[in-house]
């Protein structure tokens, strides 16, 4: 069948997905889709209406820079799964919230929902124990239940469990009515992803609202974007250093991560950067002097990172830690869907900045990609994508646009029945943000989804075959959202 | 030669941490304590503006900092009503001292320690529990342990076991989901012991209070013994806050 193909960033009216006939030609035209390395899926959810359940899948297409949306009214309560494993979580994510049974799914059990009796994967091999950590872990982390099933030292198996950190993100976004509550709700999706989130929010909401932003806010927001990316990649440089027990470096990277976070704060008065991007304009304006400081902040940093970083290219004690550790295949990222630094540490091409421009990001970005798929993979595309952050900063900077004198709408009103898209490359992997109007222009539907969705399940695969106390720099290697992904 | 290079990579760093963290000037627009000023404005506007519902106007203006977001935007509105200053002192052991009033430009007041703290004294050792909080919070309270703010030099540290800890800090909202280990998590601390709470979701839920998800029984059956606000509430409120507890 037949899909309708918009672009990233922009709206379509409902009517224009195409509907399948039956169920088994939906089916079949996603398997068929979803089989290529250059497509996978970047949401699939249910749309509720007056007349029951759409079931909309959104596929984005690296050839051709396109999303391709596709639909099919449900009228029963039984379908047959679409097996495939990058879609698993998103069919969990329908059954629990609208009751649909997909038979014959691998794994159908609950994604937000915490019972005591969850039914976790057991071996009923005598020789095998199981060790279970959390909700509640060591250190200042977020919740989350993980049962290893374990051989001696070795990991058999590994299963998370998550929703503990369910607060109704996606709900509260169509109840709170007020513009700047939901920028709000947007960002605090993932609150360290809070950047990233905002330019989705802002974009679908641009869309909808038939709104032009500047090149001087797309610029400012590029920017932003990629100073959250090396703040937090600085971060888990410093997280990862520090779980091999080697404290200069993750001394050296903790306290790397302070100027830039600070200039964040000197630039809209948060360090997370929470407030900095809203709908159609920035609200705190990137000066020139602000433009200044940023250059002497990142020259400064740029030395000592460069340092610190060639220090440990050579350690062998480091790297013995980090190397062939926690091994996600391309084969199995393609799998199950991988998306961001996650992918393409394990060689796969996958950046929405290339792959589907927005903002000031063109076709002509070269991603990071490393092909071992190890924790040192993902300690490289870190490394790497620090420097290629700062590089793309110094050059949107040396060629700043004028800021226009657009009017800025107060309110906006949203074209009724229609949906807009929107993916942004955060510095996990793909946000996606999707939102639905309905007759009246009201949202009827927001769905967001952080890479991590997509990524924990890296994570589970990683950690078979390593040793238990080999999981925290698997773990960090990732450093994947609860919030993000429990909503 | 290994040790000639980590050498020269410490003799670069320098001095990193900050002398005084009680009295250091934060850089650029950091949003602290709010100053409301007598102005008369469209009181209506302005308490509508608020997308946490923090500004209260029955009889004078007033600003619950315990629901301020912090966003700015009634700043940004009303100028020359309302004016966010620098102080990051923002802690207190008094729910009602975070409510600013308008005509008033003081410092927050911390309020009375809770007994226990004398016992705590040089020694202040916290387990973390994130209950539905957006990792925005606990990025914060990771970095008051990094090598700037440094506040093990204090004697204040998060610790991995609860049986290790004076007292929990909890972050969030706290979700439906997490209610049950948030209680057995403050269970496990041997008494006497401190709930802290950190960011506007924990102290009153935030955007998330009237949340079907969100359950507060918790801090119904417990009194919390600091407020730490912030939207996520600044290294500096948090270790100023904590340090007010554990000094004389």
């Known amino acids: 069948m037949e899909t309708l193909k918009i672009k990233n960033a922009t709206c379509a009216a409902l009517a224009q997905i195409p509907l399948a006939e039956d169920y088994a030609s939906f089916r079949q035209t996603v398997r068929e889709l979803l089989s290529s390395e250059s497509c996978h899926c970047a949401h699939y959810f249910a749309l509720p209406d007056e007349t029951g359940l759409t079931l909309v899948m959104c596929i984005a297409n690296d050839t051709d820079s396109t999303l391709e949306l596709l639909g099919f009214k449900a009228v029963e309560m039984t379908y047959p799964s679409l097996a495939v494993t990058a879609t698993d979580r998103f069919e969990r994510e329908i059954a629990e919230n609208h009751g649909i049974v997909f038979s014959g799914h691998k794994w159908p059990k609950p994604l937000r929902t915490t019972p005591d009796d969850y039914p976790f994967y057991r071996s009923d091999n005598e020789e095998h124990h199981e060790v279970g950590v959390g909700p509640i872990h060591a250190g200042v982390i977020e919740p989350g239940h993980f049962r290893f099933t374990c051989e001696g030292e070795m990991i058999l198996n590994l299963e998370i469990m998550l929703g503990y950190q369910h607060r109704g993100v996606e709900r509260l976004m169509l109840s709170k009515s007020m513009p700047e509550q939901r920028a709000m709700l947007a960002e605090s999706a993932a609150g360290d992803t809070a950047v990233g989130s905002s330019i989705a929010f802002s974009s679908v909401i641009e869309a909808l609202s038939g709104f032009q932003t500047d090149d001087y806010t797309k610029v400012c927001r590029t920017i932003a974007c990629e100073l959250e990316r090396i703040a937090i990649h600085t971060g888990d440089l410093s997280a990862i250093c520090g779980d091999v027990a080697y404290q200069l470096g993750n001394a050296v990277y903790g306290r790397l991560r302070t100027p830039i976070i600070n200039f964040m704060q000197k630039w809209c008065g948060n360090r997370l950067g929470k407030t900095c991007v809203r709908p159609f304009a920035m609200p705190y304006d990137l000066t020139e002097a602000l433009r200044e400081d940023l250059l002497a902040t990142l020259g400064a940093y740029e030395k000592d990172f460069t340092q610190m970083s060639n220090k440990i290219r050579r350690f062998p004690s480091v790297l013995a830690r980090l190397e062939r550790t926690g091994t996600v295949s391309t084969e199995q990222a393609n799998e199950i869907g991988a998306v961001g630094m996650a992918a393409r540490a394990s060689g796969l091409q996958r950046d929405i900045r290339k792959s589907h421009p927005y903002l000031a990001y063109g076709p002509d970005f070269i991603p990071v990609v490393k092909h071992h798929g190890d924790v040192y993979a993902r300690t490289r595309v870190r490394m790497e994508e620090i420097q290629s952050s700062i590089s793309l900063i110094r050059s949107l900077l040396a060629d700043m646009p004028c800021k226009s004198d657009i009017s800025v709408p107060e309110t906006y009103s949203l074209k009724p029945s229609s949906i807009a898209v929107s993916l942004v490359e955060g510095w996990r992997g793909e946000l996606c943000h999707i939102a639905v109007t309905d007759a009246s222009g009201g949202l009827s539907c927001y769905k967001i989804k952080d890479p991590s969705f997509h990524n924990w399940t890296a994570l589970e695969l990683a950690v078979r075959g390593n040793e238990i106390s080999d999981f925290p720099i698997c773990n960090k290697s990732f450093n994947l959202s609860y919030c993000g992904h429990d909503l | ?248």
């Open chain 2, 1 to 248: 030669m290994k040790h000639i290079s980590s050498l020269s990579i410490l003799l670069r760093q320098g001095r990193q941490y900050i002398p005084d963290p009680t009295t250091v000037e934060v850089p650029g627009i950091f949003r602290g304590r709010p100053v409301i000023s007598e102005e008369t404005v469209d009181n209506e506007t302005l308490v509508a503006c608020c997308p946490m519902g923090a500004i209260n106007a029955d009889d004078k203006v007033s600003l619950d900092l315990g629901k301020c977001a912090f966003c700015g935007l009634c700043a940004r509105k009303f100028p020359s009503k309302i004016r966010f200053t620098k102080d990051y002192h923002l802690a207190t052991t008094v729910r009602e001292n975070l409510i600013v009033n308008e005509g008033e430009d003081k410092p927050i007041e911390f309020g009375p320690k809770p007994e226990c703290c004398s016992k705590f004294r040089g020694s202040l050792k916290l387990r973390q529990v994130s209950a539905a909080g957006d990792n925005s919070c606990e990025w914060e309270l990771g970095a008051t342990s990094n090598v700037n703010f440094d506040m093990g030099r204090y004697g204040i540290e998060f610790v991995a076991s609860p049986r290790h800890a004076d007292g929990i800090v909890i972050t969030g909202p706290i979700s439906r989901n997490m209610a049950r280990a948030t209680q057995i998590c403050y269970d496990a601390v041997p008494d006497p012991k401190l709930v802290v709470l950190c960011g506007v979701d924990a102290i009153s839920g935030g955007l998330y209070a009237d949340s079907e998800d969100i359950d507060r029984s918790f801090l119904q059956a417990h009194k919390a013994d600091l407020y730490l606000p912030g939207n996520p509430a600044h290294p500096l409120t948090i270790l100023n806050g904590l340090l007010a507890l554990t000094r004389k």
